[in-house]
């Protein structure tokens, strides 16, 4: 995610955007750091609770939503728990025995044109903020409406199978991005380009691929945003 939304900086204003987005919804507060001797310190208080992402900051659920698509490519096993028939668009039929094993590859559904349309390749986080629905010419089951994406976008798994710990991973990877959007400037090495690390082999037990060699060769430049040099931060759900 932080390559995602960082590499798009000069695309739309994107980084721009979400600072501004982040500013007005998820900080509660900003004070004297107590801690800090002489009163020159400030702590920053961030709410990193789903919640509150989904209401006041829509664009970087949006965008941590669209890095997920990218990146995770999970496989969900289930059960046929009776004879089932399936039925494809082509007019074919598949026939689930009772006691089979059914492995749905949620990778695969987040790739296909069929559901998120001819821009499945780009890195577009408006996509979830509905922007795309009702496009000429398609339908409200077409590819990129917001039912086509709620049925192919499964990055938790589904129904009674949803990961339990996935709120907590979400208030993790808000407080890294809210802070690094605040407080910091992200850039690529001196004399590098934005060039995305390759995804190491997609493996069956992994939830989210990896870097490549776990991203060797990969690297950015962190510096203190003007006027948050000294401050401290604090999460809250």
């Given at each position: 995610?932080?390559?995602?939304?960082?590499?798009?900086?000069?695309?739309g204003?994107?980084?721009?955007?979400?600072?501004?987005?982040?500013?007005?919804?998820?900080?509660?507060?900003?004070?004297?750091d107590?801690?800090?001797?002489?009163?020159?310190?400030?702590?920053v208080?961030?709410?990193?609770?789903?919640?509150?992402v989904?209401?006041?900051?829509?664009?970087?659920?949006?965008?941590?939503?669209?890095?997920?698509?990218f990146?995770?490519h999970?496989?969900?096993?289930?059960?046929?728990?009776?004879?089932?028939?399936?039925?494809?668009?082509?007019?074919?039929?598949y026939?689930?025995?009772?006691?089979?094993?059914?492995?749905?590859?949620?990778?695969?559904?987040?790739?296909?044109?069929?559901y998120?349309?001819?821009?499945?390749?780009?890195?577009?986080?408006?996509?979830?903020?509905?922007?795309?629905?009702?496009?000429?010419?398609?339908?409200?089951d077409?590819p990129?409406?917001?039912?086509a994406?709620?049925?192919?976008?499964?990055?938790?798994?589904?129904?009674?199978?949803?990961?339990?710990g996935?709120?907590?991973?979400?208030?993790?990877?808000?407080a890294?991005?809210?802070?690094?959007?605040?407080?910091?400037?992200?850039?690529?090495?001196?004399g590098?380009?934005?060039?995305?690390?390759?995804?190491?082999?997609?493996s069956?037990?992994?939830?989210v691929?990896?870097?490549?060699?776990?991203?060797?060769?990969?690297?950015?430049?962190?510096?203190r945003?003007?006027g948050?040099?000294?401050?401290?931060?604090?999460?809250?759900?």
């Amino acid at each position: 995610m932080v390559w995602f939304v960082f590499s798009s900086a000069k695309a739309g204003g994107l980084v721009e955007r979400l600072r501004r987005e982040v500013q007005e919804g998820l900080v509660l507060g900003r004070g004297a750091d107590e801690t800090v001797e002489g009163g020159e310190g400030e702590v920053v208080r961030l709410g990193v609770a789903v919640a509150r992402v989904e209401e006041r900051c829509p664009l970087l659920m949006a965008c941590y939503r669209e890095a997920q698509r990218f990146t995770v490519h999970q496989v969900s096993t289930r059960v046929a728990m009776k004879d089932t028939v399936l039925s494809g668009k082509e007019g074919k039929e598949y026939l689930l025995k009772e006691g089979a094993v059914v492995q749905l590859v949620i990778g695969v559904g987040h790739a296909m044109r069929e559901y998120w349309g001819e821009d499945v390749g780009e890195f577009r986080p408006e996509r979830f903020l509905g922007l795309n629905e009702g496009r000429k010419g398609e339908g409200a089951d077409g590819p990129g409406s917001a039912r086509a994406m709620r049925a192919a976008f499964q990055p938790f798994g589904g129904g009674l199978h949803l990961c339990p710990g996935r709120q907590f991973a979400f208030a993790e990877l808000m407080a890294v991005m809210g802070t690094l959007l605040l407080g910091f400037e992200v850039e690529p090495l001196e004399g590098a380009d934005w060039n995305l690390p390759g995804f190491a082999t997609r493996s069956l037990v992994d939830a989210v691929t990896k870097p490549a060699n776990n991203g060797e060769g990969f690297g950015v430049k962190v510096t203190r945003r003007p006027g948050w040099e000294g401050v401290r931060w604090s999460y809250e759900l």
